[in-house]
């Protein structure tokens, strides 16, 4: 597949901003660069692999995201049962 930047560049820009989000809340520093975006394609390569799809990953993640909800909601009933 190619892809080209100037293919569409609102989505672009759309899709490039939110990562600039997403990685300054993780770097240490606050401009983040594309040498960090691509160590968080990196991690997620190692996570799922370097073919993994799109999909499969937002759904793992979104899957992690819930069950981490969940074991938070979990502890905060306990505490309050507990009372």
């Known amino acids: 597949m190619h892809f080209s930047v100037q293919g569409d560049l609102?989505?672009?820009?759309?899709v490039l901003q939110q990562l600039q989000v997403l990685i300054g809340c993780a770097a240490t520093e606050s401009d983040p660069n594309l040498a960090d975006l691509l160590c968080l394609i990196q991690a997620v390569q190692r996570e799922?692999?370097?073919?993994?799809?799109l999909e499969g990953v937002i759904q793992a993640l979104v899957a992690q995201d819930l069950e981490q909800q969940m074991t938070v909601r979990r502890k905060i009933?306990?505490?309050?049962?507990?009372?």
Not at 10 to 14: E, F, H, Q
Not at 48 to 53: E, K, M, N, V, Y
Not at 77 to 83: D, L, S
């Open 77 to 83: 009933e306990t505490r309050q049962g507990a009372r």
């Open 10 to 14: 609102r989505r672009t820009v759309a």
């Open 48 to 53: 799922f692999g370097r073919t993994a799809p």
